[in-house]
């Protein structure tokens, strides 16, 4: 039988290639682990246990929290207070960045930013949903109480970024900035096994990711990309196929493997888009630049922009290097 690395095998054996490797973000990588296979738990179960439909509040963003987006929430929070990695964590489900003054955090070098889980409309549908992660160092002095601009740094400085994928299959999938790397769980032995070494986007691609129940409220660039999409030119794949699963996760993922283009724009009913800058866009930015493709608003490098806010949106056009190129190019040519 082939013996596949474990992910705990993976991260020593390549500690040193990561930033500053002195053990820490190994150390971080493996309490995300736990935490994700806390919540793999509880999301197989679902539909037995009372955590399907609404928590009864709505989060930050005037959105319906759904119980797994709480529990999910608390599961990493409590995994990660619990061991000493980081010094403070930022999440969707929370208004303000949460600060881990407790002792063992004091000499912490790390921040992390999550979206808990990702694709909440999903949850009950039994539909692959997601946990999205990103990891920077501090900026302000250890020992010191972390600051909001510890968070709010530019993509390009991520120290490592990933999610986990929780559908047919369980799967991590992280860059620390050498390629990207996939681990499929299996639930019998409890261990992460490496199944996707150094993933690369294809060039180019037949899928475009887009929810078209919103095409009215669409940029002209858009509207006439969608256009170019379904003409007849097989010479250039045309017609592309469409999929849209409605969990950012799911949609990545697959256009990661398969090749394809992934379109959340802003329109009328989101002015600024809909997906988080910090915990949506970015990690997945550095994720799908570390695999070869390319993802921006439209106009700039997604890891360039400067955040201003914890929870601000995004236009955001992630995928395949041609896809985003051909769509960025109507964008210009249709300027609103
Ligand atoms: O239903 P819409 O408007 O197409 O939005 C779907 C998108 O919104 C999201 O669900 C937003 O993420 P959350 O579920 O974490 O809030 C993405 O996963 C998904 O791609
Ligand atoms: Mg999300
Ligand atoms: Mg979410």
């Known amino acids: 039988m082939q013996r596949h690395t474990t992910l705990g095998e993976f991260i020593i054996g390549n500690q040193k290639d990561f930033p500053y490797a002195k053990g820490e973000l ?9 935490a994700g296979k806390m919540v793999n738990q509880e999301i197989n179960k679902a539909g037995l246990a009372e ?12 959105e319906e929290q759904m ?39 004091k000499d912490a070098k790390y921040v992390v930013l999550i979206d808990p889980l990702d694709g909440s409309s999903n949850i009950d549908v039994n539909v692959t ?20 601009e510890d968070f709010l740094q530019p993509g390009n400085k991520q120290v490592a970024a990933g999610y986990l994928a929780y559908g047919t299959s369980t799967m991590l999938v992280f860059t620390t ?20 070494p150094k993933m690369q986007i294809p060039e180019d691609g037949k899928i475009y990711s887009i929810n078209e129940g919103n095409y009215v409220h669409f940029p002209e660039g858009v509207k006439k990309y969608i256009k170019w999409c379904q003409e007849l030119d097989p010479a250039t794949n045309r017609p592309l196929t469409s999929r849209y699963i409605g969990s ?26 809909k997906l988080r800058l910090l915990y949506e866009c970015n990690p997945m930015a550095y994720l799908m630049e570390q695999a070869g493709g390319a993802a921006s608003d439209g106009y700039t490098r997604i890891m360039d922009l400067d955040p201003t806010e914890l929870h601000e949106r995004v236009p955001f056009f992630c995928g395949s290097k041609t896809m985003v190129a051909k769509a960025e190019e109507f964008m210009d040519q249709y300027r609103d």
């Open 26 to 34: 190994s150390a971080l990588l493996s309490s995300i682990r736990l």
């Open 51 to 62: 955590i399907l439909g609404k928590f009864g509040s709505d989060n930050v963003q005037g």
């Open 67 to 105: 119980k797994l987006d709480v529990l999910a929430n608390d599961l990493f929070i409590s995994t990660l207070r619990s061991r000493g990695e980081i010094c403070g964590i930022a999440s969707e489900e929370m208004e303000d960045y949460v600060s881990f003054d407790e002792d063992i955090h």
């Open 129 to 148: 949903v997601g946990t999205i992660f990103s990891i920077y160092r501090r900026i302000s002095e250890p020992g010191t109480p972390v600051t909001l």
């Open 177 to 196: 900035g050498n390629g990207v790397n996939g681990f499929t769980y299996d639930p019998g032995i409890g261990s992460f096994f490496l199944s996707h």
């Open 248 to 273: 950012l996760v799911a949609d990545f993922h697959r256009n990661l493997l398969k090749g394809g283009v992934y379109i959340y724009p802003k329109g009328t009913t989101a002015p600024k888009g």
